[in-house]
């Protein structure tokens, strides 16, 4: 089993950043895949970032290319999203995930981020 906890969500003026923070206990971290997901009201969870578990490898969704950059600390079981110029269509429950092979099987509990215009 692996349990995450998501925080650094809130609120925050449109073009503003936010540093969301996910941390993970249970298994060894360093062989977990993790990734970033979100939901906003009505909408179906859509996937916005991903990082193998050596940090070597990124992939980030159209939407926040170039505004989200995820990562990873390995000593202290954290994967990170730091979230530059954001945007009112940015607002969304952000959902930290875990896989061991292709599946996220793994999830937290999510974190708020509301961006005002």
């Known amino acids: 089993q692996v349990q995450l906890v998501e925080s650094g969500g809130g609120l925050v003026q449109a073009g503003g950043s936010l540093r969301l923070s996910c941390a993970a206990s249970?298994?060894?971290?360093?062989?977990?895949?993790m990734g970033w997901f979100r939901q906003a009201p009505g909408k179906e969870r859509e996937f916005v970032a991903r990082i193998s578990w050596s940090g070597i490898s990124t992939y980030a969704s159209d939407s926040v290319k170039g505004r989200f950059t995820i990562s990873r600390d390995n000593a202290k079981n954290t994967v990170y999203l730091q979230m530059n110029s954001l945007k009112p269509e940015d607002t969304a429950v952000y959902y930290c995930a875990a896989r061991i092979q292709t599946t996220f099987d793994y999830w937290g509990q999510g974190t708020q981020v509301t961006v005002s215009s």
């Open positions: 249970g298994r060894t971290f360093s062989r977990l895949g």
